[in-house]
């Protein structure tokens, strides 16, 4: 079992940044990629972002690509998603996850086994 902690939400003016932080722990050798979701109210959960265990391949949704930047701190098992140039349409509760295998339907919320409680961001406009 992983277990997933993430953190560092808040309310930020439209323009602003925000850090969100994912602590693994427990049997973190299960798993191979780590990414990052969002739920808006009254929509499905979306991929934001992806990285790899050794941090050498990431990925973005195009919504946030060249604002969001991922990345990790292996010795810690930790994952961050530093937020740029915050919108009001990224307002959500962001969620970090861990996957236990490869897979091409990265995207998809299916293909990961845990997932952190969820950190709220609200961006003001």
């Known amino acids: 079992q992983v277990q997933l902690v993430d953190s560092g939400g808040g309310l930020v003016q439209a323009g602003g940044s925000l850090r969100l932080s994912c602590a693994a722990s427990?049997?973190?050798?299960?798993?191979?990629?780590m990414g990052w979701f969002r739920q808006a109210p009254g929509k499905e959960r979306e991929f934001v972002s992806i990285i790899s265990r050794t941090g050498g391949v990431t990925d973005y949704a195009e919504s946030v690509k060249g604002r969001f930047t991922i990345s990790r701190a292996s010795a810690k098992n930790n994952v961050y998603l530093q937020m740029n140039s915050l919108k009001p349409e990224d307002t959500a509760v962001y969620y970090c996850a861990a996957a236990q295998y490869y897979s091409e339907r990265y995207y998809r919320p299916a293909e990961y086994q845990y997932w952190g409680q969820g950190t709220q961001v609200t961006v003001s406009s």
């Open positions: 427990g049997r973190t050798s299960n798993y191979v990629a």
